[in-house]
């Protein structure tokens, strides 16, 4: 069974450019998330989708950070324009249906770094 | 609200020695707890999860974990630590209805040879 994919794995920009993160869960999973984890942090969750609807976006930074999930399958993730504070780790995870106890299945992650 | 506390960010162990990460958690309802472990420049991996079934719960790579009420905590052990162990682990929690993980600052498990 093929895990999470996720690209780019590395990405560099300059403040205030915009960078977009793709990410291809478990087939069958009907729940996306988006976390950010920041150096020495645990991962924070940032974006939550059932299907192609969203069910938490809370934590999500609206004026800066959008993410889709079109035909309930693929994500994308955009930050656009970056700062110096988004570096970090953007890692992706799916499980079956979203329940409290459903596993989460972690792609490898991609590493920005905002200069 | 949920939360997660790890007692040390890094622990270290000499191969073949007892493994014990500690990790405490705050809910106002029963949680689910479970651990995480995550290889340089990975994703993380589930090592294993308190579901309200057994409160002693074993994962996979020989380790396990004791859910305990009173002490609200879930510490993860191992008998004899080998160098492959050597990562970072996370614990995380989430509340019945919930849908999100809250995470762990994480704790970093040197083996030394």
């Known amino acids: 069974e093929a895990g999470v994919a996720q690209s780019p794995r590395y990405k560099i920009i300059e403040k205030r450019q915009s960078v977009a993160f793709w990410c291809n869960p478990i087939?069958?999973?009907?729940?996306l998330y988006w976390y950010q984890q920041i150096l020495g942090q645990g991962p924070k969750l940032l974006i939550q989708?059932?299907?192609?609807?969203?069910?938490?976006d809370s934590q999500l930074p609206k004026d800066r950070f959008s993410a889709e999930r079109l035909k309930g399958v693929d994500s994308t993730l955009k930050i656009q324009p970056a700062k110096l504070e988004d570096s970090a780790v953007y890692l992706c995870?799916?499980?079956?249906?979203?329940?409290?106890?459903?596993?989460?299945?972690f792609g490898p992650g991609t590493r920005l770094t905002v200069l | 609200a949920q939360s997660v506390t790890q007692l040390g960010s890094h622990v270290s162990v000499s191969e073949g020695a007892l493994v014990l990460l500690r990790c405490n958690y705050s809910?106002?309802?029963?949680?689910?707890l479970f651990w995480y472990v995550q290889y340089p420049n990975q994703g993380l991996q589930l090592l294993l999860k308190y579901t309200s079934a057994a409160t002693l719960v074993k994962g996979i790579n020989g380790f396990e974990a004791e859910f305990k009420k009173s002490e609200t905590s879930f510490h993860l052990t191992k008998p004899s630590a080998h160098m492959s162990d050597a990562a970072e682990y996370f614990c995380?929690?989430?509340?019945?209805?919930?849908?999100?993980?809250?995470f762990g600052t994480g704790t970093r498990l040197t083996v030394i040879p």
């Open positions: 989708f059932q299907n192609n609807g969203v069910v938490d």
């Open positions: 087939s069958g999973h009907a729940t």
């Open positions: 809910s106002s309802v029963p949680p689910y």
């Open positions: 995870a799916s499980s079956l249906q979203g329940a409290s106890t459903d596993t989460q299945y």
């Open positions: 995380a929690v989430s509340e019945t209805g919930a849908n999100n993980l809250f």
